[in-house]
């Protein structure tokens, strides 16, 4: 038996060394989403809607974003949300969302503005569409119109119609 020994037990390694070394190297395409790792983050301190009956509907974090379509919350991440208030009192909401296929997308969002009370400050925005590439990032924002009033928002996200 040659046991790797001599010129053709030699390249006999080499190749067997230089196929596990690719396999080994291989690089997956950018972003990668681990879902499961959702399931484990509990809702941070902040403001919630909570429904005059517990239990009945799930208690919503608000200043975030809440995908309410299952045909893409395995497709879509929400990587960050942000807001600040502008010079006339008005709140600017931002999202930036990632998405998680290898083929391109098209979401929709809108955002509920609300006062003190958790009641409506204005009127629901209208739907605005956002294009993601494959395994791309895109950007939602929007702004209110009630100034001070706005004390929290909350973006809904579905898929594109």
């Known amino acids: 038996m040659n046991c790797g020994k ?11 060394l230089s196929v596990s070394s690719c396999q080994a190297t291989k690089v997956e395409p950018r972003p990668q989403c681990d879902f499961r790792a959702l399931q ?16 009945s509907v799930t208690v919503m974090p608000l200043n975030t974003v809440n995908i309410t379509d299952s ?3 395995n497709k879509v991440m929400v990587q960050s949300t942000n807001a600040r208030r502008a010079a006339g009192g008005d709140i600017e909401v931002f999202a930036r ?26 009127p629901v925005t209208a739907w605005n569409r956002i294009h993601l590439p494959a395994r791309g990032l895109a950007s939602y924002s929007t702004r209110s119109t009630s100034g001070a009033r706005v004390q929290s928002y909350l973006v809904e996200l579905r898929e594109g119609r």
Do not use: K, W, Y
Not at 6 to 16: D, I, K, N, Q, R
Not at 40 to 55: C, F, K
């Open 6 to 16: 001599g010129p053709v037990g030699l390249v006999a390694v080499l190749a067997v």
């Open 97 to 122: 969302l990632v998405n998680c296929t290898d083929f391109p997308l098209q979401v929709e969002g809108r955002t509920h503005f609300l006062d003190q009370g958790q009641t409506d400050a204005e």
């Open 71 to 73: 045909a893409i919350t």
């Open 40 to 55: 484990d983050v509990s809702p941070q301190a902040g403001p919630v809607l909570v429904p005059m009956v517990p239990g």
